[in-house]
């Protein structure tokens, strides 16, 4: 257990940094394109992509995950794997080709059918992918997943931006959507030896064992992107565009920390999925240091909303701000039960992994239609607080009947980053009365709440008595990189040294 643990450790260390870096990118070409296009473009491009997200839900047997479950798994089951996707990527392309001009007439925009045939033809070469770059996350090589998704995205940034400064409309989206896709594609059989072959002999094996991850994957759909069709039809493409932006800078503490960290930890757990209280060790120590990296920036982001939006995304921008405070609070409880569903799905309880996200998914669809048509966008966003809120002690009690975890070890975890974040959000609160509406201002504040909340921490572990967590770790790892660069170096040896 403690080589995987620390094969894990390695793992989201560089998952994060990846993570960081591709969203780094991602957000230099969001604030460029915020600039030169209007919310009407990224709305346009917003509903494309949930249009085929939609039809993707034919193929959403989640083979990846098999193949990471399955350490046995032979080349046939590969090419199988392969193979399928390849046959549903065709069919999605052919669907997108029929249903173009009927997706336009009824969102009232001509533009629609540019994007899905474009869109279409993507789906094509993505259907190509080698299939042996699963095998970077099942046997815990995230170096390798982490240079393959940063140079992709690297690609893609660039071509969407140089676009962007020439079309100045929603056909930047599309090139860097192509260029990227192909790039990637190609990119899979530089990374990788596998050479995939059409295959189906093992079909009827993998889609026995995907029965129940393609149930989730039409919920996990209904939670992720159900708000984006509702959204367009009551809102406009315009005010989807705004919703999007706003969900996505809210989201960035889920998809840039607790995603990679899901991500390395579902491998992990797979390998000890023979030794549930190995595994159970393991979850409580990963939830504690995803909560303390992730509530401060949530409510880093939300305090802040307000001179984020006027300084980086522009006046285009302003409804940003006030849906940006409302979302990250929302985030929070996902963030508390991020990890739930990795476990579940790692110790074959794929059925309540599909019950958590049916959950969620009955009250989004209940609660999204009334709050858009009471408040607008602004609605919308406080119905998913309010799903969140619900949800996430569902999850947990869910957790605690198929695992040997109780409430306290949801609730320890808890305390420390929920206070700390408290005195932050007071702390910049405190400052933004009293700083300049510029880009120095913005960094005064992200500065104070960075200090404030560390300081926080520390105090608390001191008052606690110094037990052993995350706090020891990070100190531990921190003296020995001090002591390390603080070191004198050895002289170099002579040839006489050697005789």
Not at 60 to 67: K, P
Request: hydrophobic fraction near 55%.
């Amino acid at each position: 257990m403690q080589d995987i643990g620390k094969s894990m450790a390695r793992g989201v260390a560089w998952m994060v940094v990846g993570r960081i870096a591709e969203k780094f990118l991602g957000l230099i070409s969001t604030f460029v394109l915020a600039r030169l296009l209007l919310p009407e473009h990224f709305g346009l491009v917003m509903i494309a992509s949930a249009i085929i997200a939609a039809l993707e839900l034919m193929g959403a047997f989640s083979f990846d995950t098999i193949l990471i479950q399955k350490q046995d798994a032979t080349r046939e089951h590969y090419d199988t794997v392969w193979t399928i996707g390849l046959g549903f990527n065709l069919a999605y392309a052919a669907i997108l080709v029929l249903m173009a001009w009927p997706a336009a007439s009824f969102y009232n925009d001509a533009r629609l059918v540019e994007a899905l045939l474009v869109i279409a033809g993507t789906r094509v070469v993505a259907g190509l992918v080698n299939i042996g770059i699963v095998d970077f996350r099942k046997n815990l090589q995230f170096r390798q997943d982490v240079f393959f998704n940063l140079a992709r995205k690297v690609v893609t940034v660039a071509l969407t931006i140089g676009a962007a400064f020439l079309f100045r409309d929603h056909r930047a989206l599309l090139v860097g959507m192509v260029f990227g896709t192909i790039y990637g594609t190609v990119l899979s059989y530089l990374r990788h030896p596998f050479r995939p072959r059409l295959s189906l002999s093992r079909r009827a094996e993998l889609f026995g064992a995907a029965k129940w991850l393609f149930l989730h994957n039409i919920l996990y759909f209904v939670n992720t992107r159900y708000a984006d069709f509702v959204v367009a039809k009551f809102a406009g493409l315009g005010g989807l565009g705004a919703f999007n932006m706003a969900s996505e800078l809210s989201a960035l503490p889920t998809t840039e920390v607790t995603m990679p960290v899901n991500r390395a930890a579902m491998s992990a757990y797979a390998k000890l999925n023979k030794d549930p209280t190995a595994l159970e060790a393991l979850y409580r120590k990963t939830v504690s240091a995803t909560m303390m990296m992730t509530f401060p920036l949530a409510v880093g982001l939300a305090a802040c909303s307000e001179l984020f939006v006027a300084v980086v995304l522009g006046p285009k921008w302003d409804v940003v701000a006030e849906l940006l405070p409302i979302l990250a609070f929302g985030t929070l409880p996902m963030i508390v039960a991020s990890n739930n569903g990795v476990v579940l799905l790692a110790l074959a309880h794929t059925k309540a992994v599909v019950t958590q996200s049916l959950l969620r998914a009955l009250a989004l669809v209940v609660l999204l239609p009334l709050a858009l048509l009471s408040a607008g966008i602004e609605g919308a966003a406080i119905a998913l607080l309010v799903v969140n809120l619900i949800w996430a002690p569902l999850s947990h009690w869910i957790l605690t009947r198929k695992t040997n975890l109780r409430t306290r070890d949801f609730l320890r975890p808890l305390a420390v980053p929920v206070i700390a974040s408290a005195l932050m959000w007071l702390a910049i609160i405190e400052v933004r009365a009293h700083v300049s509406s510029d880009v120095l201002g913005l960094l005064v504040q992200v500065l104070t709440g960075a200090a404030v909340f560390i300081a926080s921490v520390l105090l608390i572990w001191l008052a606690r008595g110094r037990p052993d967590g995350i706090e020891t770790t990070t100190l531990a790892q921190l003296r020995m990189r001090l002591l390390r660069g603080t070191a004198p170096k050895s002289p170099p040896r002579s040839p006489e040294d050697d005789q």
